[in-house]
């Protein structure tokens, strides 16, 4: 039987690079699945598709294939067999899969990916969902999160770093937009499953979260 570590939590909490360490020190497989549906996304607006019509998105989800592997440590995504991995992370990017992955389609072809993967992999997959629903039996589910100030600094010191301009009033609010999206949607929200364990990241170290994950697999997984 495979372990699986669920990590759901809202944009900024620090899902990914918690994970990506938890996934070192146990040697389980992380799957970001963010970047899968954000690999959706660049499909559909790379073929002119507006994330808002839903009709054309959910036709066109079966022109697409999203396949994973890892190099280095490194999750690559691969769209049609294209690692896509330079070009998902703009915020036009980040925008448009906010909106497409509130379509049933999207969701089906991704969740049963998901699934089979997590089937016969010790894995940490991090989402939106991957407690609540594509891995209800997962032997340690955490709801991690932060406050927005806190979500909005991070994401304002990491672009100043890349040399970008930015202001952490504009940050906060489209984080603030992109939660609004993410939970209230009427398919797989984002919200915390009733056995999963919650962590507020915001007055904790990154060692201190990892730290945190670990004891709860040691509860649970063995
Ligand atoms: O984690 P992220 O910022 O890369 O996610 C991008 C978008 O994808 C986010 O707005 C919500 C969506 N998403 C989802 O609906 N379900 C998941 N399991 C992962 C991401």
Redesign the pocket.
Known sequence: MAYNIAVDGP?GAG?STIAKQVAEELSYIYV????M??AMALYFLRKGISPEDEASVSAACEDITVTLSTENGEQQVFLNGENVNGYIRTEEV?KA??TV?AYAKVRQKLTQLQREMAATTDLIMD????GTC?LPEAQVKVYLTASVETRGKRRFLELQEKGENCELEQICEDIRK?DE??MNRKI?PLKQAEDAVLIDSSFMTIDEVVGRILELVKENCS
């Open positions: 944009a899902k970001d699945t963010g970047a549906y954000r980040g899969t906010s992955s989402g939106r969902d991957i594509v992109r999206q993410d797989s």
